[in-house]
């Protein structure tokens, strides 16, 4: 008798079209809906291009010129506060408002989205970690394996640019090739399936149990 039996009709029937990641929401509101999910989407092209710059010009000032990240910290606040200040006493001479101070804080919807990805982060990790699914489990341990060996060839800043220049980029590109992405994925998954059914048969359920001794009941 397999030990996973819930693979056994894969192949008995082809698996319908699936999104990824089995999300039921779009990309914009998996990631959270608000003004991060419209940097990250590109929904305003000038703001994420300005954020992307900012954090390679402060990784290329860390790696590569070889400043401290505090002293290059301390510039960048430096210039965001004179250049805010000569906005806010030249704004009659530019004729343009200057921000006011909701443009620096996080709105309580950005907060909770945090808070919620955060939750069902930890939730993740908890149900993977149960080992409920072999393969997934197999999986995240191989991941978190692979980031270990890429992390002795790279700096912690260095990790942490190229992380945002995903986080930056590929939720815009999944969003605009959406039907292919999904399509390869699908197929992807069949695979994976098919393969660890094959796994089931072979070795796991050739692997030798003990009898199961039956519960005496007075």
């Given at each position: ?79 965001l506060m004179l250049a805010i200040?000569?906005?806010?006493k030249g704004a009659g001479f ?125």
């Amino acid at each position: 008798m397999p030990i996973y039996s819930s693979y056994d009709s894969d192949e008995q029937h082809e698996a319908p079209k699936i999104r990824l990641f089995d999300r039921q929401k779009s990309i914009h509101d998996l990631l959270g809906g608000g003004q991060v999910a419209d940097i990250l989407l590109w929904r305003d092209k000038n703001l994420s291009a300005a954020i992307l710059v900012g954090f390679t010009i402060v990784w290329f000032l860390v790696e590569v010129l070889e400043y401290h990240f505090i002293t290059v910290m301390c510039y960048s606040l430096i210039f965001l506060m004179l250049a805010i200040f000569n906005w806010s006493k030249g704004a009659g001479f530019i004729n343009r408002t200057p921000p006011d101070h909701h443009t620096f804080t996080l709105s309580n919807p950005t907060i909770q989205s945090f808070h919620s990805k955060i939750n069902t982060l930890l939730s993740t990790f908890y149900h993977v970690s149960r080992g409920d699914d072999l393969a997934q489990l197999g999986v995240a341990i191989a991941i978190l394996w692979i980031l270990s060996v890429i992390g002795d060839y790279f700096s912690s800043l260095s990790l942490l640019y190229i992380g945002f220049v995903f986080l930056e980029t590929l939720p815009a590109l999944y969003e605009r090739y959406e039907e292919l992405v999904d399509e390869i994925a699908g197929k992807g998954n069949r695979n994976v399936r098919k393969l660890y059914k094959k796994f089931d048969s072979k070795v796991l359920n050739k692997i030798p149990r003990g009898p199961v001794k039956e519960k005496k009941f007075r």
